[in-house]
């Protein structure tokens, strides 16, 4: 009997996007089943892939590309894209994201990393772009950040203006913030009609030991001295502007969850706002098997993020679940899986796993296809 599958992952981070990753897993799958009706529905929780998982999942999504400032001031190519006109966003939905802009990804392999100068400029950039093309609605993906600026380097390319004791503009980054004395506002761009919303897959709070320096300043190369500075900094910044510093998410993205706050835009769990807005519930209803992934599945993974959800979309709807990961950790509870597949495992290491993700992402669609096929 012939299944109708539905293949939705999220990016396997570091080593292949999320479309790439469907792709490799039909191909896996229709290795074994040739039979079988696949549809791609690539997934995003609002980092790294994102406006990708967009543009392939949403019938006539537009790429536009975009030049911005990057993380370390030089040109980036980057890329947002226009979702068709709704009754609720007459003129398209635009959809921008940090990582392809603003993210960690930009500084290299392994990133040149700048815990105090790198900034969210380029993301403003994006966003201003869309607005200039009239737009009714905003969603903005935050993962993936490479600085701890607040947002201030965002709300700069959108009109805002922060100075120092002496009326001088502040340089970017947190190095910034550590001496900012004073916001303008007055031109910062209005949000567009059918508002801002935010997707984020963390809840931290802009301050203190959860917060953005605490929690996501050593990713970004800041050392146990520069935590408490950067975490001034920040709360520098937190005086000058009207928003909940212990809001959920306003730490996220190096504290760009609390600039974009400030803006009025509004935060929300990542995977399940780009599941409604790619109509994750339909596709699901419509399968007889859902195939989704991960780079890392483990215990918190449960927590928002996209095979969690994608799964408790198709438990709702009674449809069987295949999960792909990277590696299934030992902490990791994967007993709602009808079947399961690891790259390490079939690769015979995560390093080779890591090195040619997309020739073990065709095992493992492999593998979960034998493996309903004899259900």
């Known amino acids: 009997?012939?299944?109708?599958?539905?293949?939705?992952?999220?990016?396997?981070?570091?080593?292949?996007?999320?479309?790439?990753a469907a792709e490799a897993l039909a191909v896996g799958w229709t290795r074994e089943r040739p039979d079988d009706p696949v549809r791609l529905m690539p997934m995003a929780d609002g980092g790294e892939g994102t406006?990708?998982?967009?543009?392939?999942?949403?019938?006539?999504?537009?790429?536009?590309?975009?030049?911005v400032s990057g993380p370390e001031g030089t040109p980036v190519e980057a890329?947002?894209?226009?979702?068709?006109?709704?009754?609720?966003?007459?003129?398209?939905?635009?959809?921008?994201?940090?990582?392809?802009?603003?993210?960690?990804?930009?500084?290299?392999?392994?990133p040149r990393l700048r815990p105090f100068d790198a900034h969210t400029r380029g993301f403003?950039?994006?966003?201003?772009?869309?607005?200039?093309?009239?737009?009714?609605?905003?969603?903005?993906?935050?993962?993936s950040s490479s600085s701890t600026d607040g947002g201030a380097g965002m709300l700069i390319a959108l009109g805002a203006r922060f100075t120092d004791a002496e009326g001088r503009a502040i340089?970017?980054?947190?190095?910034?913030?550590?001496?900012?004395?004073?916001?303008?506002?007055?031109?910062?761009?209005?949000?567009?009609?059918?508002g801002v919303t935010v997707l984020s897959d963390v809840t931290n709070p802009l301050l203190g030991r959860r917060g953005a320096a605490a929690v996501f300043g050593p990713q970004k190369g800041a050392g146990v001295d520069d935590v408490p500075v950067l975490d001034a900094a920040l709360a520098r910044l937190a005086t000058l502007l009207e928003a909940d510093t212990d809001a959920a998410g306003a730490g996220a993205a190096g504290g760009t969850g609390f600039g974009l706050l400030a803006w009025g835009a509004?935060?929300?769990?990542?995977?399940?706002?780009?599941?409604?807005?790619?109509?994750?519930?339909?596709a699901v209803a419509a399968a007889s098997v859902v195939v989704t992934g991960e780079g890392s599945y483990d215990g918190q993974s449960a927590a928002g993020k996209v095979p969690a959800h994608?799964?408790?979309?198709?438990?709702?709807?009674?449809?069987?679940?295949?999960?792909?990961?990277?590696?299934?950790?030992?902490?990791?509870?994967?007993?709602?899986?009808?079947?399961?597949?690891?790259l390490t495992d079939l690769a015979g290491s995560?390093?080779?796993?890591?090195?040619?993700?997309?020739?073990?992402?065709?095992?493992?669609?492999?593998?979960?296809?034998?493996?309903?096929?004899?259900r």
């Open 171 to 194: 340089a970017d980054g947190a190095r910034g913030l550590a001496r900012v004395a004073a916001a303008d506002l007055s031109e910062l761009a209005p949000l567009p009609p059918g």
């Open 79 to 110: 890329s947002w894209v226009l979702l068709p006109p709704t009754p609720d966003a007459p003129d398209g939905t635009a959809v921008v994201e940090l990582a392809n802009t603003s993210g960690i990804e930009l500084l290299g392999t392994p």
């Open 310 to 342: 994608v799964g408790a979309v198709a438990a709702s709807a009674g449809v069987p679940v295949g999960l792909v990961a990277g590696r299934i950790a030992a902490d990791a509870d994967a007993s709602g899986f009808a079947a399961t597949a690891s």
């Open 266 to 282: 509004r935060l929300v769990p990542g995977s399940a706002a780009v599941a409604e807005l790619v109509g994750l519930h339909a």
């Open 350 to 374: 995560g390093e080779a796993a890591m090195a040619d993700a997309a020739r073990w992402l065709v095992e493992a669609g492999a593998q979960l296809a034998r493996a309903f096929g004899a």
């Open 124 to 143: 403003g950039e994006a966003i201003a772009a869309a607005l200039d093309h009239g737009v009714s609605r905003l969603v903005l993906g935050i993962g």
């Open 51 to 67: 406006v990708d998982a967009f543009a392939a999942a949403v019938p006539a999504a537009r790429r536009i590309p975009v030049t």
């Open 1 to 20: 009997m012939a299944h109708t599958v539905l293949i939705a992952p999220d990016s396997f981070k570091g080593t292949i996007g999320a479309a790439a």
